[in-house]
């Protein structure tokens, strides 16, 4: 029987609006296995997103349960839950959030830094080696493509050796031939380190790439399917 490494209960998000409470999720139950790739599709507003946002403690349900490798997410505080996605977690999202006034080296380091890692310098730049940017280590995001700096990005995430990867749209602000390399080196990250990989995507042709799509709709589950990839 495959692990759960993540685990929601009739989990809910309900936010203040201008007009009154905004219900966003509506009692989400699903679980995750271990080294599954997991697709979030449907249509913008149907709450892929803040999904995903719960997934990774980013945004706290208001009811409900979500579980992350054991932990119970909604019972943590903030520094808790920061210290969990440091060890646990990696996430990338569509418009990269690099530090401006930091190298791509000082970018992926410094989280490696903050977990306590020695090596950090080291496994940052073989992680930025391993994406395809060797030679742009000392580069500044503002002297790299957009390309350039979602590798930066995705090494950023994969360099903690997380057991789950988030990714919220990617390649959403890429051009076709970026976004492609973008979501090669995204898949293969998730090969080469064994991580659990849950995806929010427009694309249906990145969607049949994992193991299983759930489509979402008015901020609850509206149905689920394997791929023909979970066949292979």
């Known amino acids: 029987m495959p692990e759960t490494v993540l685990s929601l209960r009739e989990a809910r998000l309900t936010l203040m609006g201008n007009a009154g409470p905004v219900e966003i999720l509506r009692g989400i139950t699903m679980d995750v296995a271990r080294g599954e790739t997991v697709g979030l599709v ?19 349900a208001t009811g409900g ?11 943590m505080n903030e520094d808790a839950l920061a210290r969990f996605r440091l060890g646990n977690m990696g996430v990338v999202f569509q418009s990269f959030h690099l530090i401006p006034t930091m190298t791509a080296l000082e970018n992926v380091a410094t989280p490696l830094e903050l977990a306590g890692r020695r090596d950090a310098f080291a496994r940052a730049e073989e992680e930025l080696r391993a994406v395809g940017l060797g030679s742009r280590l000392d580069h500044y995001p503002s002297q790299m493509s957009g390309g350039e700096q979602q590798r930066v ?41 064994g991580a659990t990989l849950i995806l929010v995507t427009h694309a249906p ?28």
Request: charged residues 25%; contains cysteine.
């Open 205 to 232: 042709e990145l969607a049949a790439r994992c193991d299983r799509v759930i489509r979402l709709s008015d901020g609850g589950i509206e149905r689920e399917e394997l791929t023909a990839r979970a066949a292979e």
């Open 42 to 60: 449907g249509p913008s507003g149907s709450g892929k997103s803040s999904l995903l946002m719960l997934m990774g403690g980013l945004e706290r």
């Open 153 to 193: 990005a995705l090494a950023r995430a994969a360099a903690p050796r997380p057991a789950i990867l988030l990714a919220d749209e990617p390649t959403g602000n890429l051009d076709g031939a970026n976004g492609d390399a973008i979501m090669q080196l995204l898949f293969g990250l998730r090969d080469r380190h």
């Open 65 to 75: 349960s979500v579980m992350a490798l054991g932990h119970d997410l909604t019972a």
